[in-house]
């Protein structure tokens, strides 16, 4: 009984969620540098002709944002009823083991693949080797769709650029410091070096800045954990004590707020995140976090799941689409943007689920 009132009111909940569409992008023509982005309503779908087997492939779930991911990913399975396995290769530079990971999709027998992959052109020229004629699904982190065998293999793809979400971050920074009004120093975090999204974030921060008074000082890669983010933090108050700011990837500006606690510097250096996390959340409603794009995680693995789902059953769908970007700061957290990024505070990683429910 309380298996089904739970599967109601999820069926409830989307069905409410749905009749009220989310305006999301599309982009014509799709896969294209040229792409331009057309406003759309996203109604996900509520039932399947059967239940689809669909493996997907994440670079990790050691942050937040992909634990996000996987929870619209695995409430949308279970709204359709579908057959959904989690794989996940435990970092960026897991190349080998996410390519094994893709492997034993194939010889589970899954209808599509969902792949986050770990690097951009890593699959160039041999993608079909690790798939077979097994239609793949790009999602989140973006792949190098000029390649002949990507572009055969991969159907269809769900992703914002993440040139964006850096380029907002650095709007916003710029906005606050225009040329003329006084340099401020800035600690610049990105995330893994030419891994995940970190190359475009990099590119649109820096030329968001152009024009404005901001010095980025120091550049520090790493890898999205927090004891190696905490590393490059420690060492930016050795190197640099007079830093404004610190600006990375949500895991970095995280510990920034810990650690600029124990060292006695939260009045004077100020965070900025280039994407949201749980942490980042809390951050931004305490005001120790002044801004933060989203790109609504929770929903971009609702519509990817959608997206395979439509190919395999032949229903209208998209080829290219995308979440609508969406600036967030303390005084601006909408519930529904928070929601149709965030899993549940109380959420954990589901690897397995089947006929509506999590399956063990």
């Not at 359709?80 to 290769?89: H, R, S, W």
């Not at 190349?95 to 951009?120: E, P």
């Not at 649109?204 to 954990?225: H, Y």
């Not at 100020?270 to 609504?296: N, W």
């Amino acid at each position: 009984m309380l298996k089904k009132s739970i599967i109601s009111f999820l069926l409830l909940f989307f069905t409410l969620n749905s009749a009220f569409a989310r305006e999301i992008n599309t982009y014509k023509p799709p896969f294209k540098h040229e792409r331009q982005p057309q406003s759309i309503p996203f109604k996900p779908l509520l039932s399947v002709s059967k239940p689809w087997k669909i493996c997907a492939v994440y670079p990790h779930l050691k942050d937040s944002y992909w634990l996000s991911i996987n929870y619209g990913m695995v409430e949308q399975a279970k709204i359709l009823g579908i057959t959904l396995k989690v794989l996940e290769a435990g970092g960026y530079p897991e190349l080998d083991k996410q390519k094994g990971q893709l492997q034993y999709c194939k010889k589970w027998g899954a209808d599509a693949i969902i792949l986050g992959t770990v690097d951009r052109t890593a699959y160039n020229g041999i993608l079909s080797q690790f798939t077979g004629d097994i239609p793949v699904f790009s999602m989140t982190n973006d792949i190098d769709m000029s390649d002949p065998d990507i572009k055969m293999h991969i159907k269809a793809k769900v992703g914002v650029d993440w040139y964006y979400m850096g380029k907002q971050a650095g709007v916003f920074l710029a906005q606050r410091h225009p040329k003329g009004s006084g340099t401020v120093k800035v600690a610049w975090l990105p995330g893994p070096k030419q891994r995940g999204g970190t190359k475009p974030v990099n590119s649109g921060f820096l030329d968001a800045l152009q024009n404005s008074d901001i010095e980025v000082v120091s550049t520090l890669w790493a890898d999205n954990s927090k004891e190696l983010q905490r590393n490059l933090i420690q060492q930016l108050f050795t190197e640099h004590p007079d830093i404004n700011y610190i600006v990375g990837g949500a895991v970095a500006a995280e510990v920034a707020i810990s650690e600029l606690r124990t060292n006695h510097k939260t009045d004077d250096v100020k965070i900025i995140s280039t994407y949201l996390s749980h942490g980042v959340y809390r951050g931004l409603r305490r005001g120790k976090i002044l801004f933060s794009p989203t790109d609504k995680m929770a929903q971009q693995a609702q519509m990817s799941v959608d997206q395979a789902v439509r190919y395999l059953e032949n229903k209208p769908m998209e080829f290219d689409l995308a979440p609508k970007i969406q600036p967030l700061t303390p005084e601006y957290l909408p519930r529904e943007v928070i929601t149709d990024s965030l899993s549940p505070a109380e959420y954990r990683p589901v690897f397995n689920v089947e006929n509506h429910d999590v399956a063990h």
